[in-house]
């Protein structure tokens, strides 16, 4: 299952950080960005706990 729906109610989410993008290693060890199948890149945030 794709992009399974998320109840968050009653949680307040706060982003600390930047969003980064994606990475992965390829075969020769490079970090290279993450892309969709329409070749836009994909962002992260680290999770925190509070």
Do not use: C, H, I, W
């Not at 600390?16 to 970090?31: C, F, I, L, M, S």
């Amino acid at each position: 299952m794709r992009d399974p729906p998320v109840v968050l109610d009653g949680y307040k989410l706060t982003v600390v950080e930047p969003p980064a993008p994606k990475t992965r290693q390829d075969t020769n060890g490079a970090d290279v960005p993450v892309t969709d199948r329409d070749g836009v890149t994909q962002f992260m945030v680290e999770p925190t706990s509070a």
